[in-house]
């Protein structure tokens, strides 16, 4: 099956600085990733969604100078948090499908990376 | 806009014993709605998907059925064993048509007692 991998991990840094987490599609190219937050006990929130080559679309309530995301190759999409603070500490998880946005075939989620900001 | 619910939000059932997990949502206009496994602390495991075509699917010891008609789905697992033990959620795709943003239920978390 498809295997999409996110890096870091876990990550913990200081207020006010950015972290970078990239999500890769090892064995497939993703036309569409899209980046996910949970917070402890709660469901998958959809933050964005980006397609290769163009500006990602946010959801409602999601700062996009705040959260940067780059989706720079078919393999490759990139979330930068910037300027991180203590309420941003949650686990990010990002998908890729295979078809675009008009194809309803399945998504493949990364492992996820637990972001912490002292 | 697409609303995902699931019951029960919490299930602890002994070893052996079959259960059913259940998902509504919304939107019936839905391509296909998937289940996915996610074990403390990690990202998610995808167990079946279903097309809108299709009124079930099965793999292993799981089954799971869609009736789009009354916004329904429900997971069955049959003999169930300590190590499925976990939190089940169910998606479906947003409505709107033409984009795949997945609308996730919060989710069952399932204990199985050994």
């Known amino acids: 099956g498809a295997v999409v991998s996110q890096h870091p991990s876990w990550v913990i840094c200081k207020s006010g600085t950015s972290v970078k987490i990239e999500c890769r599609s090892l064995d497939f190219q993703a036309t569409t990733m899209f980046w996910y937050r949970q917070f402890p006990k709660q469901s998958l929130m959809l933050m964005a969604t980006?397609?290769?080559?163009?500006?990602?679309?946010?959801e409602q309530g999601v700062e996009k100078d705040k959260f940067l995301i780059n989706h720079a190759s078919l393999t490759l999409s990139t979330l930068t948090v910037t300027s991180a603070h203590p309420e941003d500490s949650s686990f990010y998880i990002c998908?890729?499908?295979?078809?675009?946005?008009?194809?309803?075939?399945?998504?493949?989620f990364g492992p996820g990376t637990r972001l912490t900001v002292l | 806009k697409q609303e995902v619910t699931q019951i029960p939000a919490a299930l602890s059932v002994p070893e052996g014993e079959n259960l059913v997990l259940n998902c509504s949502f919304t939107d019936s206009a839905i391509y296909n709605l998937q289940w996915f496994r996610q074990d403390p602390g990690k990202g998610l495991t995808s167990l079946l998907l279903?097309?809108?075509?299709?009124r079930e699917q099965t793999s292993g010891r799981l089954n799971a059925s869609l009736d789009k008609s009354s916004g329904r789905s429900t997971l069955y697992i049959a003999a169930s064993q300590p190590g499925d033990s976990a939190t089940y959620l169910c998606a479906a795709p947003n409505s709107g048509g033409s984009n795949y943003k997945l609308t996730f239920g919060k989710g069952t978390l399932l204990t199985v007692n050994p």
């Open positions: 980006s397609n290769e080559g163009s500006k990602a679309t946010y």
């Open positions: 279903i097309q809108s075509s299709q």
């Open positions: 998908s890729a499908g295979t078809g675009g946005v008009s194809s309803y075939n399945e998504q493949f």
